[in-house]
Protein backbone atom coordinates (compact mmCIF):
# COMPACT_ATOMS: atom_id res chain seq x y z
CA UNK A 1 0.00 0.00 0.00
CA UNK A 2 1.45 3.84 -0.88
CA UNK A 3 2.59 5.15 2.53
CA UNK A 4 0.61 8.18 2.28
CA UNK A 5 -2.74 6.13 1.54
CA UNK A 6 -1.75 4.21 4.38
CA UNK A 7 -1.45 7.43 6.96
CA UNK A 8 -4.45 8.71 5.96
CA UNK A 9 -5.90 5.45 6.38
CA UNK A 10 -4.50 5.00 10.23
CA UNK A 11 -5.69 8.60 10.91
CA UNK A 12 -9.63 7.80 9.92
CA UNK A 13 -9.25 4.64 11.69
CA UNK A 14 -8.06 6.67 14.96
CA UNK A 15 -11.14 8.99 14.33
CA UNK A 16 -13.40 6.06 13.65
CA UNK A 17 -12.49 4.51 16.86
CA UNK A 18 -12.23 7.58 19.17
CA UNK A 19 -15.95 8.07 17.52
CA UNK A 20 -14.99 11.81 17.01
CA UNK A 21 -15.82 14.10 14.07
CA UNK A 22 -12.94 15.69 11.98
CA UNK A 23 -13.85 19.31 13.75
CA UNK A 24 -13.00 17.69 17.27
CA UNK A 25 -10.08 15.87 15.50
CA UNK A 26 -8.99 19.55 14.02
CA UNK A 27 -9.49 20.85 17.85
CA UNK A 28 -7.15 17.74 19.97
CA UNK A 29 -4.58 18.14 17.45
CA UNK A 30 -4.57 21.90 17.15
CA UNK A 31 -4.68 21.60 12.96
CA UNK A 32 -7.12 23.55 10.97
CA UNK A 33 -9.90 22.02 9.45
CA UNK A 34 -8.30 22.29 6.18
CA UNK A 35 -5.14 20.73 7.08
CA UNK A 36 -7.26 17.89 8.64
CA UNK A 37 -9.42 17.21 4.87
CA UNK A 38 -5.40 17.29 3.49
CA UNK A 39 -4.59 14.75 5.71
CA UNK A 40 -7.07 12.16 5.18
CA UNK A 41 -6.54 12.23 1.61
CA UNK A 42 -2.90 12.04 1.93
CA UNK A 43 -1.57 15.65 1.59
CA UNK A 44 0.75 17.01 4.84
CA UNK A 45 4.13 17.13 5.58
CA UNK A 46 6.28 15.91 7.73
CA UNK A 47 5.69 18.43 10.41
CA UNK A 48 2.00 17.90 10.61
CA UNK A 49 2.53 14.41 11.46
CA UNK A 50 4.92 14.97 13.96
CA UNK A 51 1.96 17.41 15.67
CA UNK A 52 -0.53 14.02 15.07
CA UNK A 53 1.69 12.17 16.55
CA UNK A 54 2.14 14.51 19.65
CA UNK A 55 -1.55 14.41 20.41
CA UNK A 56 -2.78 10.76 19.31
CA UNK A 57 -0.18 8.56 19.87
CA UNK A 58 0.01 7.05 16.55
CA UNK A 59 3.14 6.48 14.43
CA UNK A 60 2.84 7.26 11.52
CA UNK A 61 6.13 8.03 9.87
CA UNK A 62 8.76 5.42 9.09
CA UNK A 63 11.05 4.65 12.52
CA UNK A 64 13.74 6.25 11.36
CA UNK A 65 12.27 9.50 10.12
CA UNK A 66 11.34 9.72 13.70
CA UNK A 67 14.51 8.50 15.24
CA UNK A 68 16.68 10.66 13.14
CA UNK A 69 14.71 13.88 13.92
CA UNK A 70 16.43 16.41 15.33
CA UNK A 71 15.32 17.19 18.92
CA UNK A 72 14.22 21.15 18.23
CA UNK A 73 11.80 20.02 15.50
CA UNK A 74 9.70 17.94 17.78
CA UNK A 75 6.17 20.15 18.22
CA UNK A 76 6.97 21.21 21.80
CA UNK A 77 5.28 25.04 21.64
CA UNK A 78 2.18 23.44 20.26
CA UNK A 79 -0.72 23.72 22.72
CA UNK A 80 -2.15 20.39 23.92
CA UNK A 81 0.95 18.59 24.51
CA UNK A 82 1.02 16.39 27.51
CA UNK A 83 0.92 18.19 30.90
CA UNK A 84 3.28 18.24 33.22
CA UNK A 85 1.86 16.52 36.83
CA UNK A 86 1.56 19.26 39.58
CA UNK A 87 3.61 18.42 43.19
CA UNK A 88 0.66 17.99 45.61
CA UNK A 89 -2.16 15.75 45.27
CA UNK A 90 -4.28 15.94 41.67
CA UNK A 91 -7.38 14.49 40.33
CA UNK A 92 -9.30 14.03 37.39
CA UNK A 93 -13.68 13.25 37.63
CA UNK A 94 -14.51 11.15 34.52
CA UNK A 95 -18.02 11.70 33.31
CA UNK A 96 -20.05 9.60 35.55
CA UNK A 97 -22.17 6.41 33.38
CA UNK A 98 -25.49 6.58 32.80
CA UNK A 99 -26.47 3.07 32.89
CA UNK A 100 -30.28 3.38 32.51
CA UNK A 101 -29.97 2.55 28.42
CA UNK A 102 -32.02 5.80 28.04
CA UNK A 103 -29.68 8.61 26.59
CA UNK A 104 -32.68 11.14 28.29
CA UNK A 105 -31.18 10.49 31.59
CA UNK A 106 -27.49 11.37 30.75
CA UNK A 107 -27.93 14.87 32.39
CA UNK A 108 -28.61 12.89 35.90
CA UNK A 109 -24.88 11.65 35.43
CA UNK A 110 -23.74 14.62 34.08
CA UNK A 111 -24.99 16.85 36.76
CA UNK A 112 -23.44 14.49 39.79
CA UNK A 113 -19.98 14.93 37.70
CA UNK A 114 -20.38 18.53 37.94
CA UNK A 115 -21.14 18.81 41.40
CA UNK A 116 -18.59 16.64 42.81
CA UNK A 117 -15.95 18.02 40.57
CA UNK A 118 -16.99 21.89 41.87
CA UNK A 119 -17.20 20.74 45.61
CA UNK A 120 -13.29 19.15 44.92
CA UNK A 121 -12.36 22.50 43.11
CA UNK A 122 -13.07 24.35 46.28
CA UNK A 123 -10.67 22.80 48.32
CA UNK A 124 -7.13 24.91 47.69
CA UNK A 125 -4.93 21.62 48.46
CA UNK A 126 -6.09 19.74 46.04
CA UNK A 127 -5.53 20.67 42.11
CA UNK A 128 -8.63 19.40 39.86
CA UNK A 129 -8.67 19.26 36.15
CA UNK A 130 -11.48 21.28 35.10
CA UNK A 131 -15.11 19.94 34.05
CA UNK A 132 -14.54 20.35 29.81
CA UNK A 133 -10.97 18.25 29.84
CA UNK A 134 -12.68 15.76 31.57
CA UNK A 135 -15.99 15.55 29.74
CA UNK A 136 -13.84 14.64 26.48
CA UNK A 137 -13.55 10.72 27.63
CA UNK A 138 -16.91 11.07 28.25
CA UNK A 139 -18.96 7.63 25.85
CA UNK A 140 -15.12 5.81 25.70
CA UNK A 141 -13.92 3.10 27.65
CA UNK A 142 -10.49 3.94 29.14
CA UNK A 143 -7.19 3.28 30.55
CA UNK A 144 -6.71 5.34 33.86
CA UNK A 145 -3.38 5.23 33.34
CA UNK A 146 -3.47 6.68 30.09
CA UNK A 147 -6.02 9.20 31.33
CA UNK A 148 -3.30 10.23 33.85
CA UNK A 149 -0.57 10.98 31.60
CA UNK A 150 -2.88 12.80 29.18
CA UNK A 151 -4.53 15.18 32.45
CA UNK A 152 -1.05 15.14 34.44
CA UNK A 153 -2.79 13.47 37.24
CA UNK A 154 -2.30 10.89 40.30
CA UNK A 155 -5.93 10.21 40.94
CA UNK A 156 -8.92 9.62 38.50
CA UNK A 157 -12.62 9.11 39.79
CA UNK A 158 -14.87 7.54 38.09
CA UNK A 159 -18.89 5.95 38.51
CA UNK A 160 -22.23 5.13 37.14
CA UNK A 161 -25.43 6.49 37.82
CA UNK A 162 -28.97 3.97 37.67
CA UNK A 163 -32.11 5.75 38.27
CA UNK A 164 -35.76 3.94 38.65
CA UNK A 165 -39.09 4.25 39.85
CA UNK A 166 -38.15 7.01 42.20
CA UNK A 167 -35.08 5.66 43.36
CA UNK A 168 -31.05 6.20 42.43
CA UNK A 169 -28.11 4.24 42.74
CA UNK A 170 -24.76 5.83 42.28
CA UNK A 171 -21.20 3.59 42.78
CA UNK A 172 -17.76 5.60 42.40
CA UNK A 173 -14.40 3.94 42.40
CA UNK A 174 -10.97 6.25 42.91
CA UNK A 175 -7.93 4.72 41.62
CA UNK A 176 -4.52 5.42 41.93
CA UNK A 177 -3.79 7.19 38.33
CA UNK A 178 0.10 5.47 38.55
CA UNK A 179 -0.61 2.02 38.98
CA UNK A 180 -4.24 1.51 38.47
CA UNK A 181 -5.26 -0.55 41.50
CA UNK A 182 -8.69 1.31 43.33
CA UNK A 183 -8.02 2.67 46.66
CA UNK A 184 -11.66 3.52 47.50
CA UNK A 185 -15.15 2.20 45.96
CA UNK A 186 -18.78 2.06 47.05
CA UNK A 187 -22.86 1.88 46.12
CA UNK A 188 -25.25 4.17 47.47
CA UNK A 189 -28.97 3.31 46.79
CA UNK A 190 -31.25 6.36 47.63
CA UNK A 191 -34.58 8.15 46.65
CA UNK A 192 -34.00 10.17 43.94
CA UNK A 193 -34.41 13.14 46.37
CA UNK A 194 -31.77 12.20 48.19
CA UNK A 195 -29.12 13.35 45.12
CA UNK A 196 -27.37 15.96 47.01
CA UNK A 197 -26.64 13.94 49.85
CA UNK A 198 -25.06 11.37 47.75
CA UNK A 199 -22.87 13.69 46.39
CA UNK A 200 -21.47 15.49 49.35
CA UNK A 201 -21.03 11.60 50.80
CA UNK A 202 -18.88 10.92 47.60
CA UNK A 203 -17.38 13.98 47.84
CA UNK A 204 -16.27 13.69 51.38
CA UNK A 205 -14.98 9.96 50.71
CA UNK A 206 -12.64 10.99 48.08
CA UNK A 207 -11.13 13.66 49.81
CA UNK A 208 -10.72 11.44 52.79
CA UNK A 209 -9.51 8.85 50.58
CA UNK A 210 -7.28 11.17 49.10
CA UNK A 211 -5.39 13.13 51.64
CA UNK A 212 -6.90 12.47 55.42
CA UNK A 213 -4.74 14.55 57.15
CA UNK A 214 -5.54 18.02 54.74
CA UNK A 215 -9.32 16.77 55.49
CA UNK A 216 -9.46 16.68 58.60
CA UNK A 217 -7.94 20.45 58.47
CA UNK A 218 -10.00 21.81 55.45
CA UNK A 219 -13.24 20.03 55.38
CA UNK A 220 -15.66 20.15 52.43
CA UNK A 221 -17.42 22.44 51.24
CA UNK A 222 -20.66 20.86 49.50
CA UNK A 223 -22.13 23.16 46.33
CA UNK A 224 -23.76 25.85 48.03
CA UNK A 225 -27.35 26.43 48.15
CA UNK A 226 -28.70 23.20 46.25
CA UNK A 227 -32.19 23.98 44.83
CA UNK A 228 -34.91 22.65 46.19
CA UNK A 229 -36.55 21.27 43.52
CA UNK A 230 -34.94 18.17 40.80
CA UNK A 231 -36.51 19.81 37.81
CA UNK A 232 -34.86 23.46 38.72
CA UNK A 233 -31.12 21.29 39.14
CA UNK A 234 -32.15 18.69 35.82
CA UNK A 235 -32.39 21.98 33.66
CA UNK A 236 -29.34 23.67 34.92
CA UNK A 237 -27.86 20.58 34.11
CA UNK A 238 -28.79 20.36 30.88
CA UNK A 239 -28.01 24.11 30.06
CA UNK A 240 -24.47 23.76 31.66
CA UNK A 241 -23.78 20.99 28.89
CA UNK A 242 -25.06 23.45 25.86
CA UNK A 243 -22.89 26.24 27.51
CA UNK A 244 -20.27 24.23 27.15
CA UNK A 245 -21.05 23.48 23.04
CA UNK A 246 -20.69 27.44 22.88
CA UNK A 247 -22.34 27.21 19.71
CA UNK A 248 -25.10 30.14 18.95
CA UNK A 249 -28.02 27.79 19.04
CA UNK A 250 -26.89 26.26 21.79
CA UNK A 251 -26.42 29.39 24.01
CA UNK A 252 -30.09 30.39 23.04
CA UNK A 253 -31.21 26.76 24.23
CA UNK A 254 -29.19 26.98 27.78
CA UNK A 255 -30.90 30.33 28.24
CA UNK A 256 -34.27 29.25 27.47
CA UNK A 257 -33.51 26.35 30.29
CA UNK A 258 -32.23 28.58 32.86
CA UNK A 259 -35.03 30.92 32.52
CA UNK A 260 -37.20 28.01 32.74
CA UNK A 261 -35.26 26.86 35.98
CA UNK A 262 -35.24 30.09 37.34
CA UNK A 263 -39.30 30.25 36.66
CA UNK A 264 -39.61 27.57 38.99
CA UNK A 265 -36.71 27.95 41.30
CA UNK A 266 -36.28 32.33 41.40
CA UNK A 267 -33.52 31.97 44.61
CA UNK A 268 -31.30 29.03 42.83
CA UNK A 269 -27.89 31.59 42.37
CA UNK A 270 -26.27 29.19 39.97
CA UNK A 271 -29.12 28.95 37.30
CA UNK A 272 -29.03 32.80 37.59
CA UNK A 273 -25.31 33.04 38.04
CA UNK A 274 -24.94 30.58 34.09
CA UNK A 275 -27.72 32.69 32.42
CA UNK A 276 -25.18 35.42 33.59
CA UNK A 277 -22.46 33.71 31.60
CA UNK A 278 -24.50 32.60 28.74
CA UNK A 279 -25.58 36.19 28.00
CA UNK A 280 -22.19 37.75 27.99
CA UNK A 281 -21.29 34.87 25.88
CA UNK A 282 -23.63 36.01 23.38
CA UNK A 283 -22.66 39.76 23.57
CA UNK A 284 -19.05 38.25 22.98
CA UNK A 285 -19.62 36.38 20.08
CA UNK A 286 -21.99 39.33 18.53
CA UNK A 287 -25.46 37.32 19.04
CA UNK A 288 -26.72 39.73 20.87
CA UNK A 289 -28.69 42.62 18.88
CA UNK A 290 -26.80 45.40 21.12
CA UNK A 291 -23.37 44.25 22.20
CA UNK A 292 -23.34 46.74 24.81
CA UNK A 293 -26.64 45.85 25.97
CA UNK A 294 -25.91 42.32 26.20
CA UNK A 295 -23.04 42.94 29.00
CA UNK A 296 -25.25 45.12 30.86
CA UNK A 297 -27.39 42.38 30.98
CA UNK A 298 -24.93 39.64 31.73
CA UNK A 299 -23.99 42.11 34.81
CA UNK A 300 -27.50 42.70 35.98
CA UNK A 301 -28.44 38.50 35.95
CA UNK A 302 -24.34 38.30 37.51
CA UNK A 303 -25.45 40.68 40.46
CA UNK A 304 -29.16 38.90 41.19
CA UNK A 305 -26.92 35.29 41.54
CA UNK A 306 -24.54 37.20 43.78
CA UNK A 307 -27.46 38.32 45.69
CA UNK A 308 -28.35 34.85 46.27
CA UNK A 309 -24.85 33.53 46.68
CA UNK A 310 -21.95 35.47 47.57
CA UNK A 311 -19.89 32.47 47.14
CA UNK A 312 -21.33 31.76 43.26
CA UNK A 313 -18.47 31.60 41.46
CA UNK A 314 -19.90 31.74 37.93
CA UNK A 315 -21.62 34.89 38.94
CA UNK A 316 -18.55 36.34 40.29
CA UNK A 317 -16.16 35.71 37.16
CA UNK A 318 -18.97 37.08 34.92
CA UNK A 319 -19.20 40.31 36.86
CA UNK A 320 -15.67 40.66 36.84
CA UNK A 321 -15.45 40.36 33.23
CA UNK A 322 -18.15 42.88 32.78
CA UNK A 323 -16.34 45.24 35.26
CA UNK A 324 -13.43 44.85 33.05
CA UNK A 325 -14.86 45.35 30.03
CA UNK A 326 -16.50 49.02 31.47
CA UNK A 327 -12.85 49.42 32.19
CA UNK A 328 -12.96 49.61 35.92
CA UNK A 329 -9.91 47.52 36.44
CA UNK A 330 -9.43 47.62 40.13
CA UNK A 331 -12.69 46.54 40.55
CA UNK A 332 -12.79 43.58 38.14
CA UNK A 333 -9.56 42.46 39.59
CA UNK A 334 -10.62 42.11 42.87
CA UNK A 335 -13.89 40.34 42.01
CA UNK A 336 -12.08 38.08 39.53
CA UNK A 337 -9.48 37.37 42.45
CA UNK A 338 -12.33 36.27 44.96
CA UNK A 339 -13.92 33.88 42.32
CA UNK A 340 -10.54 31.53 42.46
CA UNK A 341 -10.67 32.62 46.16
CA UNK A 342 -13.92 30.60 46.22
CA UNK A 343 -12.68 28.04 43.66
CA UNK A 344 -9.20 27.78 43.13
CA UNK A 345 -9.37 25.28 40.16
CA UNK A 346 -11.91 27.18 37.92
CA UNK A 347 -9.93 27.34 35.02
CA UNK A 348 -12.16 29.41 32.94
CA UNK A 349 -12.23 32.17 36.03
CA UNK A 350 -8.56 32.14 35.86
CA UNK A 351 -8.48 33.09 32.06
CA UNK A 352 -10.90 35.70 33.18
CA UNK A 353 -8.76 36.84 35.71
CA UNK A 354 -5.36 36.79 33.16
CA UNK A 355 -7.55 38.72 30.55
CA UNK A 356 -8.33 41.27 32.95
CA UNK A 357 -4.84 41.39 34.56
CA UNK A 358 -3.94 41.72 30.64
CA UNK A 359 -6.02 44.82 30.21
CA UNK A 360 -4.99 46.60 33.41
CA UNK A 361 -1.29 45.61 31.99
CA UNK A 362 -0.28 43.58 34.69
CA UNK A 363 1.19 41.28 31.59
CA UNK A 364 3.34 38.52 33.39
CA UNK A 365 0.72 38.03 36.27
CA UNK A 366 -1.50 37.62 33.37
CA UNK A 367 0.75 34.62 31.52
CA UNK A 368 1.05 33.30 34.88
CA UNK A 369 -2.89 33.31 35.10
CA UNK A 370 -3.66 31.94 31.25
CA UNK A 371 -0.95 29.43 31.72
CA UNK A 372 -2.52 27.76 34.60
CA UNK A 373 -5.64 27.75 33.18
CA UNK A 374 -4.54 25.78 30.06
CA UNK A 375 -2.71 23.47 32.64
CA UNK A 376 -6.05 23.00 34.43
CA UNK A 377 -8.01 21.98 31.03
CA UNK A 378 -5.18 20.34 28.80
CA UNK A 379 -7.67 18.84 26.46
CA UNK A 380 -10.71 21.58 26.08
CA UNK A 381 -9.87 25.21 25.19
CA UNK A 382 -13.57 26.26 25.65
CA UNK A 383 -14.18 27.49 22.10
CA UNK A 384 -10.21 28.52 22.06
CA UNK A 385 -10.62 30.94 24.98
CA UNK A 386 -8.12 29.43 26.89
CA UNK A 387 -5.31 29.54 24.04
CA UNK A 388 -6.56 33.10 22.77
CA UNK A 389 -6.31 35.05 26.08
CA UNK A 390 -2.71 33.07 26.74
CA UNK A 391 -1.60 34.26 23.10
CA UNK A 392 -3.15 37.69 23.55
CA UNK A 393 -1.18 37.79 27.08
CA UNK A 394 2.20 37.01 25.02
CA UNK A 395 1.38 39.07 22.37
CA UNK A 396 1.14 42.02 24.69
CA UNK A 397 3.86 41.50 26.48
CA UNK A 398 5.40 41.13 22.65
CA UNK A 399 6.41 37.60 22.75
CA UNK A 400 4.86 37.09 19.18
CA UNK A 401 6.72 33.86 18.32
CA UNK A 402 5.76 32.10 21.36
CA UNK A 403 1.87 33.18 21.15
CA UNK A 404 1.10 32.07 17.33
CA UNK A 405 0.65 28.63 18.11
CA UNK A 406 -1.44 29.55 20.56
CA UNK A 407 -3.59 31.77 18.32
CA UNK A 408 -3.47 29.35 15.59
CA UNK A 409 -5.39 26.97 18.00
CA UNK A 410 -7.76 29.19 19.03
CA UNK A 411 -9.41 29.93 15.74
CA UNK A 412 -8.96 25.54 14.73
CA UNK A 413 -10.75 25.60 17.73
CA UNK A 414 -13.55 28.17 17.29
CA UNK A 415 -13.60 29.39 13.73
CA UNK A 416 -16.81 30.98 14.24
CA UNK A 417 -16.05 34.06 16.37
CA UNK A 418 -14.03 36.84 14.64
CA UNK A 419 -12.02 38.03 17.83
CA UNK A 420 -9.68 35.01 17.73
CA UNK A 421 -8.47 36.16 14.13
CA UNK A 422 -7.82 39.56 15.22
CA UNK A 423 -5.29 38.79 17.83
CA UNK A 424 -3.85 36.14 15.55
CA UNK A 425 -3.66 38.52 12.56
CA UNK A 426 -1.97 41.44 14.57
CA UNK A 427 0.15 38.56 15.34
CA UNK A 428 1.23 37.46 12.23
CA UNK A 429 2.02 41.24 11.69
CA UNK A 430 4.45 41.55 13.76
CA UNK A 431 6.02 38.21 13.03
CA UNK A 432 6.19 39.74 9.04
CA UNK A 433 3.75 36.89 7.84
CA UNK A 434 1.83 38.93 5.34
CA UNK A 435 0.79 36.03 3.50
CA UNK A 436 -0.85 34.06 6.53
CA UNK A 437 -1.89 37.34 7.65
CA UNK A 438 -3.83 37.74 4.27
CA UNK A 439 -5.44 34.10 4.75
CA UNK A 440 -6.85 35.09 8.39
CA UNK A 441 -8.04 38.75 7.09
CA UNK A 442 -10.05 36.55 4.53
CA UNK A 443 -11.39 34.01 6.91
CA UNK A 444 -12.04 36.18 9.54
CA UNK A 445 -14.16 38.80 6.96
CA UNK A 446 -16.42 35.96 6.41
CA UNK A 447 -17.68 35.40 9.62
CA UNK A 448 -18.16 39.14 11.06
CA UNK A 449 -18.06 42.63 9.48
CA UNK A 450 -15.12 44.02 7.78
CA UNK A 451 -12.33 44.29 9.77
CA UNK A 452 -10.92 47.74 10.40
CA UNK A 453 -8.00 49.23 12.05
CA UNK A 454 -10.18 52.28 13.49
CA UNK A 455 -12.55 49.72 14.73
CA UNK A 456 -10.02 48.09 16.65
CA UNK A 457 -8.66 50.79 18.42
CA UNK A 458 -12.02 52.43 19.68
CA UNK A 459 -12.86 48.66 20.92
CA UNK A 460 -9.50 48.52 22.40
CA UNK A 461 -9.46 52.14 24.07
CA UNK A 462 -8.25 51.88 27.81
CA UNK A 463 -6.49 48.37 27.75
CA UNK A 464 -2.47 48.09 28.59
CA UNK A 465 -2.46 45.87 24.81
CA UNK A 466 -4.26 48.32 22.78
CA UNK A 467 -0.76 49.83 21.16
CA UNK A 468 1.19 46.76 20.19
CA UNK A 469 -1.93 45.07 18.66
CA UNK A 470 -3.27 47.55 16.37
CA UNK A 471 0.59 47.94 15.43
CA UNK A 472 0.40 44.20 14.58
CA UNK A 473 -2.81 45.14 12.38
CA UNK A 474 -1.36 47.97 10.48
CA UNK A 475 1.46 45.96 9.94
CA UNK A 476 -0.90 42.65 8.43
CA UNK A 477 -1.79 45.47 6.24
CA UNK A 478 -5.31 46.04 7.81
CA UNK A 479 -6.99 48.98 6.51
CA UNK A 480 -7.36 52.02 8.67
Known sequence: MDDRKRIARLIRDHIARERISREQFAFRTRLGRSTVDKLLVGLFSDKTLAIVESHTGLRLRAPDDAQDRPADAAPAAVPGTAPRPPEGPSIAVLPFTNMTGDPRQDFVADGITEDITTDLSR????????????????GRAVDVRQVARELGVRYVLEGSVRTAAGRIRVT??????????????????RELHDIFAVQDEITRNVVAAIEPHLY???????????????????????????????????????????????????????????LSWAVWWAALCYWWPDTQEGYRAAARHAEDAVALDPAEPWARMTLGLCLSTARQHERALAELRATLDLNPCFALGRTAFGWALLRAGHFDAALAETGKAIRMSP???????????????????????????FLRASVASFAEYSGHYNTLISCCGHLGLPEEARAFIEARNRVGPPLRVGVLRRNLAGFAHCDVFIAGLAKAGVPE
Open 123 to 138: LRWLFVIARNSTFTYK
Open 172 to 189: GQLADAGTGKHIWAERYD
Open 379 to 405: TDSFAGIYTAIHGLALLGARRFGEALP
Open 216 to 274: AEEGVRAAARPPGNLDAWGLTVRAIGLINRVGRRQNEEAQALLRRAIGIEPGYARAHAL
